[in-house]
């Protein structure tokens, strides 16, 4: 998902999502797993400021996620033994703005 003006952004994922996948690949023989976690609008002092009502309508769930969320995500697939057979995924954490 992009947003007019935000092309390098939009590049900056795009290039992250073929480094996890790629390393995912190369790392995968040795036992490692490499995922990416893709947050959506997350409520934080950079978010703060943006127009809420525009963004929440975008958002199935409705609202913004929190730091936890995103933190939470993380943990699991860095340390929770159910994400063991998980690599090459990119997670989004955006509360179904993906699907919108």
């Known amino acids: 998902m992009g947003n007019a003006g935000q092309a390098n952004y939009a590049a900056a994922k795009a290039g992250v999502v073929g480094l996890t996948r790629s390393s995912a690949k190369e790392m995968a023989s040795r036992g490692i797993t490499v995922n ?3 947050p959506g609008f997350i409520a934080t002092d ?4 943006l127009e809420a009502d525009a963004i929440l309508s975008a958002i ?3 609202r913004f ?3 936890d969320h995103v933190a939470g995500t993380v ?3 860095a340390a929770d033994p159910a994400a063991a057979y ?3 995924q990119v997670l989004q954490v955006d509360g179904g703005m993906v699907m919108s």
Do not use: E, N
């Not at 950079?46 to 400021?49: L, Y």
């Open 36 to 38: 990416a976690v893709a």
């Open 46 to 49: 950079m978010t703060k400021d």
């Open 60 to 62: 199935p769930l409705g």
């Open 65 to 67: 996620g929190t730091p």
């Open 75 to 77: 943990r699991f697939l």
């Open 86 to 88: 998980i690599t090459g």
